[in-house]
């Protein structure tokens, strides 16, 4: 199902500096193969609750898409970060590319998805507009139940809905929220709401196998039982496979050496796929918010994590593989791969000049493949360490597999870092300053250090 192909990490490939010697990467894995045991262990006492999501029951979720989702013209989803990355994952490796461009019989008669993650007048606006309030199942998604985007967009919504639909506005809201705690569960239990439990335990950026993204994918009509047999599949083959064979704990583990001991601290994520393009931004978010830690567990100050950038192959290729190839050798380029298009088109030959006839009869897909293997060889050239995972194809199992194994990843990256892969205090600190600058109540403290901290010298601001 997914295929990790480490060679061009290798001294061997790359000669020496930029690289690792299979002993050296050898002698590393034996050495911390410790994590793996400890990591398991720690899963049975319940320390990394999102592992077990793939094999909780769903039948909530698909009962109700199945009675309800053909219902909709339109299933709009308010949420931000990692109460909005998996679901616009799922909706572009899964459905067709410019889904919601297509006449409902294309669609199957699902409705179309939209992610609205920002708070920009001129976006909410345009999507207002667009849509047809009556015809709108909105779905408020927020483990906290308190993110200051996420409730201003909700407000709006609510506005909207009372003045189309009177007091029948509740049946076009389902709320996504922690089973007790914060104000949208508040007013779940106030207004009665239809609403959806964020697992207990489980951040944002782990909870795509959860309702977070599962309802809105289910909506549409993606089979989100094979998506968690998918993830089911890889955590069952990691739980039986020793460290020296575990490609998830393998990779972490060479991430993580590169960083921290090859001077490659940003990690590149480029997907050869338009439709694994949100994937790239839901990693972009998942590694960072994880692993971007002051303090490791030991309260020793360490500012860990590796910067991660995502680009698309092979739109990219023109744009930043120029620095990647010559730039600083600071990078370690992580390709992804998807071995068979099964809607691949075959480039037909309509001029007879032999500058553009080669390509014909060749298919789009072979030539992804070529640019990839092209690119690759650039790199290498020029000493730049790289690896690729390959899917097999795009599909609910392989998405389901590629998403966990990254969270595993991201968990026995933890461990190297010696860092909590949970909590985010840095994102924390500016939620609580945005309360603060807004005027909430119990944040004023925040305004008096801000205007504290934000000193401002009136000779740097330059006006034009
Ligand atoms: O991963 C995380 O926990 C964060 O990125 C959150 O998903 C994000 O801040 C949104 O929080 P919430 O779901 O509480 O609205």
């Not at 207004?191 to 993204?213: D, H, I, M, Q």
């Not at 393009?277 to 020793?300: C, H, V």
Request: aromatic letters at 10%.
């Amino acid at each position: 199902m997914i295929e990790l192909d480490f060679n061009n990490i290798l001294y061997a490939v790359l000669g020496p500096v930029h690289s690792i010697s299979d002993g050296e990467l050898n002698n590393t894995i034996a050495n911390n193969a410790h994590i793996c045991a400890e990591i398991q262990e720690e899963r049975q006492q319940g320390k990394h609750p999102w592992m077990d999501l793939a094999e909780r029951g769903i039948e909530d979720i698909l009962g109700l898409a199945r009675s309800k989702a053909k219902r909709w013209e339109n299933f709009l989803v308010l949420g931000i970060g990692g109460s909005a990355l998996g679901t616009r994952t799922l909706l572009e490796a899964l459905k067709p590319p410019f889904y919601n461009l297509l006449p409902a019989k294309e669609r199957n008669g699902y409705p179309r998805l939209f992610v609205l993650d920002n708070i920009d007048s001129d976006e909410t606006q345009a999507l207002f507009k667009l849509i047809n309030p009556q015809k709108t199942l909105f779905n408020v998604v927020s483990k906290s139940g308190e993110t200051t985007e996420t409730i201003a967009s909700l407000l709006i919504t609510l506005k909207l809905l009372k003045k189309h639909l009177g007091k029948k506005y509740t049946q076009n809201l389902i709320v996504t929220t922690d089973k007790d705690n914060g104000f949208l569960r508040r007013l779940v239990n106030k207004e009665g709401y239809l609403s959806f439990e964020t697992p207990k335990g489980v951040e944002g950026r782990y909870s795509v196998l959860s309702p977070v993204a599962l309802l809105p994918a289910a909506f549409i009509g993606i089979d989100i039982k094979r998506l968690l047999q998918g993830a089911s599949i890889l955590d069952q083959y990691i739980q039986k496979t020793a460290a020296d064979k575990n490609p998830a704990y393998i990779s972490a583990l060479i991430n993580f050496i590169f960083d921290t001991q090859k001077h490659k601290n940003i990690l590149v994520i480029m997907p050869y796929s338009v439709k694994l393009k949100a994937f790239a931004e839901w990693f972009r978010q998942l590694y960072p918010e994880s692993l971007g830690k002051r303090y490791n567990i030991d309260n020793k100050e360490v500012f860990a994590g590796p910067t991660v950038l995502n680009a698309l192959g092979v739109t990219d290729q023109h744009s930043q593989i120029q620095l990647y190839n010559e730039g600083p050798n600071n990078k370690l380029i992580v390709f992804i791969e998807v071995e068979k298009d099964k809607d691949d088109m075959v480039i037909p030959a309509s001029v007879k000049d032999d500058s553009a006839l080669f390509l014909a009869g060749h298919s789009l897909h072979q030539l992804m493949l070529a640019e990839k293997s092209a690119t690759e060889y650039a790199l290498v050239k020029s000493r730049r360490p790289n690896y690729t995972i390959r899917l097999k194809e795009l599909s609910e199992e392989t998405i389901g597999a590629l998403l966990y194994f990254w969270q595993l990843n991201t968990v026995y990256a933890g461990k190297l870092y010696r860092v909590n892969p949970y909590g985010q205090p840095g994102v924390d600190a500016g939620k609580r300053a945005t309360f603060g600058l807004m005027g909430r109540k119990g944040f004023e403290k925040e305004i008096a250090d801000i205007s504290d901290t934000l000193t401002k010298d009136k000779h740097w601001i330059m006006r034009i």
